[in-house]
């Protein structure tokens, strides 16, 4: 299911997305982490995961309750990726996992704090609408845009089934897969990070197990590109001259107080 490159020079990087462009990309800091879910992550570190649907129902619940007292706009009480998506932005640990269309941002993110070998993560979501296919029993017609459009709208349907009430795992069938999300209003560091989410259906599984169903053998849905930590300064030196940058990718002061340190590359 997944193929590794190893990365040691940024000539040899540039090859590689072109091999793969139309791809969607995550940036790791290290070799080793896979592929996982901060959600997830804090429910096995809290021992809750057998109880993921109705601690999500909470959390979910709760950031809804609160918003209203930060935002002037929130999403639509139905809109479930968009208020995913909103939490996951502001700090919440979601089933979400952030990815971009961005080869270079991907590679950005997985070299700018690095401290060993890091790692991009490429996923080919042709497969994974494939998956989106038969999990919702679906047709996809149209253009690739009204392709996007279904996947949130099943995903929307799918996940009130499981969120809507506590205890949901208890008495709704929950199915696995793993399906492109993005929501319908793009808030600025979105846009900036040309980023959508790939999520769990199954969010007491990890990501390749969410998948196993639908792999068969021979096919590599996901490479893996270790980037060796040698080439890092040198393949950050060439990602500011293409302006992709903290300044750039984390619009306002924040990103651009993170920046200043990066562009004196002294780290």
């Known amino acids: 299911m997944i193929k590794t490159i190893t990365i040691r020079q940024w000539k040899d990087l540039l090859k590689l997305e072109v091999e793969w462009p139309m791809d969607v ?26 109880e993921a649907a109705d601690t999500e129902h909470w959390v979910l ?3 809804r309750r609160g918003a209203g ?25 979601t089933r979400l996992l ?4 961005s080869f270079y941002v991907a590679c950005y993110f997985s070299l700018m ?9 490429a996923v080919d979501p042709f497969y994974l609408y494939d998956v989106m296919d038969r999990v919702f029993d679906v047709e996809r017609q149209g253009l690739r845009d009204e392709w996007d459009d279904l996947c949130v709208s099943k995903s929307n349907e799918y996940l009130a089934t499981l969120l809507k009430t506590g205890n949901s795992y208890k008495r709704q069938k929950v ?3 793993i399906v492109p999300v993005q ?6 560091r979105l846009s900036a990070q040309q980023g959508l989410f790939l999520m769990p259906l199954d969010v007491e599984l990890d990501f390749l197990a969410n998948l196993q169903p639908f792999w068969s053998k021979g096919e590599y849905p996901i490479k893996k590109m270790v980037l060796k930590r040698q080439m890092r300064l040198d393949a950050l030196a060439h990602l500011r001259e293409m302006n992709i940058t903290a300044e750039t990718l984390f619009p306002g002061i924040d990103g651009f107080a993170r920046s200043l340190l990066h562009r004196q590359m002294v780290i």
């Open 69 to 93: 007292r930060y935002l002037t706009r929130c999403p639509d009480e139905t809109d479930y990726i968009g208020w995913l998506s909103l939490m996951q932005h502001h700090g919440t640990p």
């Open 175 to 177: 199915i696995k897969g």
């Open 61 to 63: 619940r709760d950031f």
């Open 98 to 101: 952030d990815f971009t269309r």
């Open 113 to 121: 704090d690095a401290t060993g070998d890091s790692v991009v993560w």
């Open 25 to 50: 990309y995550r940036g790791q800091a290290n070799a080793d982490w896979t592929l996982e879910t901060a959600y997830r992550r804090a429910l096995v570190n809290c021992g809750l995961l057998r």
């Open 183 to 188: 929501p319908f209003n793009l808030h600025e």
